[in-house]
């Protein structure tokens, strides 16, 4: 367990966790199962070792246990989209954990105030595509931050489709999970670097894991890429209020 000392600033961690809704109508959304419980796991394991952890978490009933996790709510990816903008200046290390759509109702095809009745026939539904949040973050980085993304996929493809998105989106490493995941109370799962990192061919979880244990297994992780990057004279910066 990797714990800042009194001499050092703690570092800092932006995550995201949960589900986005975006509405059709007052009532519908279109939605995901994501529970948020992985992201507030991460979130609690990485408060216990000292560090100066922000959850933006969407529309779960969860919260992270430690009192300490600052947390702030959104719902849809515009508002996600807002708050990362306000808050990635102040992180050393961004974790997107969230299950964020790729595609939300056109502004035409929504009724925001009302409801749409049933009537005769289909109905077509119209989608449009959501912004890219991972390639914005990724855009307006320092040098010194860490990007960290997940990625969420058939377990036969899972890490051709993580080397993939590690080439397009530029992060630094990507959590490989299968589809599997998102029902568990475990998870199976390998952290894989960017080309030229220490993890470029990938670290591996010790089989499937309860939830809680693979937190701390991550954050571990995590604190010897801060490590490597980002020495204790990077983290004097204060984050935003």
């Known amino acids: 367990m990797t714990t800042p000392t009194d001499a050092d600033q ?3 961690l932006l995550l ?3 589900p986005t809704h975006e509405p059709i109508d007052a009532v519908r959304y279109i939605g995901n199962r994501s529970s948020g419980r992985l992201g507030c796991a991460v979130a609690d394991a990485a408060a216990a070792r000292g560090w100066d952890v922000r959850l933006l978490l969407g529309p779960t009933r969860l ?6 996790v ?5 719902t849809t990816v ?5 708050l990362l903008i306000r808050r990635l200046p102040g992180c050393d290390l961004l974790v997107m954990a969230a299950a964020v759509a790729d595609y939300r109702p056109a502004a035409d095809q929504t009724d925001p105030g ?3 009745r049933r009537t005769p026939g289909d109905l077509v539904l119209r989608l449009e595509p959501t912004p890219d949040l991972v390639a914005g973050c990724v855009s307006r980085r320092r040098e010194d931050q860490l990007i960290v993304g997940f990625a969420l996929e058939p377990a036969e493809s899972l890490l051709a489709s993580a080397k993939s998105k590690i080439e397009r989106k530029g992060v630094d490493a990507i959590v490989a999970n299968p589809l599997e995941t998102m029902d568990a109370e475990g998870i199976e799962a390998r952290l894989i670097g960017a080309p030229g990192t220490p993890i470029e061919a990938g670290i591996s979880t010790p089989g499937k894991i309860a939830k809680t244990e693979f937190a701390d297994w991550l954050v571990d992780r995590l604190a ?3 490590d490597d990057r980002h020495p204790a004279a990077a983290r004097t910066q204060d984050a935003d209020a």
């Open 70 to 74: 600052h947390v702030e709510r959104f």
């Open 16 to 18: 995201t966790a949960g």
């Open 78 to 82: 515009a508002d996600l989209e807002r």
């Open 10 to 12: 703690p570092f800092r």
């Open 224 to 226: 010897e890429l801060l």
């Open 63 to 68: 919260e992270p246990a430690d009192p300490r």
């Open 114 to 116: 009302g409801k749409l």
